[in-house]
């Protein structure tokens, strides 16, 4: 039986794709390959990282308040600094930063409404 590894992309809508590529290389230290697109190195990962994948209830807040039917979700090592770099660069912060046995995370609004989770990942031990 074969069986899905990770996340081999994410592909979305929005109004100025090469804009918004941009963006995410400037505070976010994506590597774009062309003018709307890159990839992630994996051998930039480190021992603790994850790939979630997950279903939502269609009526869940939990991607408010983006009226978005998906939301990203991206390892850094340090979510507060990260949230800050994003910030200068126009994003806005959607809560605080949560404090968790496994991780860090925190969320923002990307320039065009795009709600992202930022997650540092802690060493945790697999039931």
Known sequence: ?????????LFFKCQDPE????????????????????????????E??????????????????SDQPFMFNFIVDDVTAMMDQVLKGGATQVSEIVNE????FGWFLDPMGFKVELWSPKSFTEE
């Open 48 to 65: 603790h990282d994850r790939t979630v994948w997950s279903t939502f209830d269609e009526d869940s807040d939990y991607f408010a308040p």
């Open 19 to 46: 804009k918004l590529a941009s963006w995410y290389k400037e505070f976010l230290g994506f590597n774009l390959e062309g003018p709307n697109y890159g990839m992630f190195n994996p051998h930039e990962a480190q």
């Open 1 to 9: 039986m074969q069986k899905v590894r990770g996340v081999g992309g």
């Open 101 to 104: 046995s496994y991780g860090d």
